[in-house]
Structures are given as C-alpha cells and as structure tokens.
C-alpha cells in the first residue's frame, strides 16, 4: 500500500470503540484555550519524509495536540520540545511545531505512534495497542529506507519490537531494555533502535528529560545513518 492509502486507513479507522468516543468528546467540548477552533478528533497518521532513514516511534496523539491539529506532536509542548531537537541535529527546517500548516518540514525523519488516538489519561489499554500495531505495520512497509528507529516512550519502544517479533519474526534475547540512550542491534536488515524518554511535560518539567539528553539521541542517530551510508 502506498503511504497515502495508509494515511487514508488510519484516519477511517474505527477499530477502538472506547478511544474514539474519547477523542470525538474532546473535540465536540474543546478546551477553552481552542474554543473557537475546529478539531481534528480522528487518528492521527504519521507525518514526515516518504524517503526517511530515520523513524520515530511515539506512543499516543495529545487530547489538545495532535487531536485538534491532526497532525502527530504538533500543537503542545511535547511537540516543541521535539521539534527543537530535531531541528538542531538536521532534521527538521524549523525548531517548532504548532499548527499542522506552519510550515514544518522534516527532512530524512518521520513520526508516527504506537497508537492513533487519544487515550484518556494518556494511557492506551494493551488490547487498544495491539489492534493499532497493524497501521505501524502498514506505515513502516511504506517507508523502505528507514535505517534508524528512535522510540519515545517505553509504549513507543515495546510496541516496535512487537511489530518486529509479527512481521519479521525476529525476537532478539536477551530483550532489548529501555533507557533514555539504549541501543539494541535487533538483526541483519533490520534498524538500529534506540530509545528517548518522551517529551511529555511530566518528563520535560521535571528535568527527567532535557534538550541537551534529546539532543543527543538524534545526534547518535545521525551519526548511525552516515556510517550505514557509506560505501
């Protein structure tokens, strides 16, 4: 499938009863700060580069982020804090990311979650992970040079080495653990992953998580991607 017919899936799909009566509430009740706007309130397919080396695995759209703007860590904090790491490692044009027509281009990377809707809490239930596994499945198939996968989030991080175990069959042991800065070689021909702790505010607010530690995961990335990229 075409990364169009994907994107066009995810936004039709319907398959988790609880969260898209979530995300249509919240975008009928809005928050005061957006009354007057008009939310997305369906799920959010990834966004970026078709000729990405770099892939980033997320774990949910925001109830006031990605599912009024529709367009995946745009229109919050955690997408700002994002979007300014990636833009200081190359991978981005701007060191923001606000509304889905800011202008934001991401070069060599592309964004998508673990799940496509908002959950409430911001905590999708196992079974709603694993029904949506089948569009990162789909999404990833779409994206044939992705060399490097950097999960934020252990849900990020769990569900690309799910996704991997299914389609590929590969279930590496020891597991690969999570941890800001881990890294984990899963196979021949299969990416590097790496792990970030999110950007939530939880982590970003309490020093959990700093630009300079974001930083330097994309950093590492990049520096992956050249050395596969040599002849």
């Known amino acids: 499938m075409t990364l169009a017919g994907v994107r066009a899936a995810i936004v039709a799909c319907d398959d988790c009863p609880r969260l898209r009566r979530y995300c249509a509430g919240i975008a009928r009740e809005k928050k005061a700060a957006h009354r007057d706007e008009t939310y997305w309130g369906r799920p959010v397919p990834g966004f970026g580069d078709p000729d990405a080396r770099l892939l980033l695995v997320g774990l949910a759209p925001a109830a006031h982020g990605a599912n009024r703007t529709g367009r995946v860590f745009t229109g919050d904090g955690s997408g700002d804090f994002l979007a300014a790491a990636l833009h200081a490692a190359g991978f981005a044009n701007i060191a923001t990311s606000r509304r889905a027509d800011d202008g934001l281009t991401l070069r060599d990377a592309y964004i998508l979650a673990a799940v496509r809707c908002a959950p409430p809490d911001n905590k999708p239930l196992p079974e709603e992970i694993a029904r949506c596994r089948r569009h990162l499945a789909a999404e990833v198939a779409a994206l044939p040079r992705v060399r490097v996968v950097v999960a934020l989030g252990k849900i990020g991080h769990d569900a690309y080495l799910a996704y991997v175990a299914e389609r590929h069959g590969v279930r590496p042991r020891p597991r690969p653990a999570f ?11 299969l990416p590097i992953l790496l792990g970030s702790y999110h950007p939530s505010r939880q982590n970003t607010n309490t020093g959990k998580l700093t ?17 596969d990229s040599r002849p």
């Open 179 to 189: 941890g800001h800065g881990s890294e984990a070689r899963l196979g021949a021909g």
């Open 211 to 227: 630009p300079p530690m974001m930083r330097s995961v994309f950093m590492r990335a990049r520096a992956l991607i050249e050395v």
